[in-house]
């Protein structure tokens, strides 16, 4: 959803920082566009890719043809806080981090 509104303010209002967690829509994942927008400034993509029952849902890289500052994390077999990420768990396990993140990067877009 984030990725269709920023694609929706193209070219009018630019994205300072789009952070997106696993883009997955089950068994159909590998058929969503991850393109960042060229409005976008800097894209963090959080993402594990390996399917998995019973949604076989997984992310992938985002990607660009402009100059978007993309970070593509993949967490596949990691762990955070002790729980092996999967596509159920991984909003959940990363939410804080991606609020600390926000938090961090609107400092620096804040005017003095």
Do not use: C
Request: charge should be neutral.
């Amino acid at each position: 959803m984030v990725l269709k509104l920023s694609r929706s303010l193209v070219p009018t209002h630019a994205v300072p920082l789009l952070v997106t967690v696993d883009i997955a829509n089950g068994p159909w994942s590998a058929g969503i566009d991850r393109s960042v927008p060229v409005n976008v400034v800097k894209n963090i993509n959080i993402y594990q890719s390996k399917p998995r029952p019973p949604l076989f849902s997984y992310g992938l890289p985002a990607y660009s043809a402009h100059s978007v500052e993309i970070e593509n994390i993949d967490l596949s077999e990691k762990k955070v806080n002790g729980h092996r990420v999967t596509h159920s768990n991984i909003e959940m396990l990363m939410a804080e981090a991606v609020i600390e993140q926000l938090k961090k990067e609107a400092g620096a877009y804040r005017p003095e």
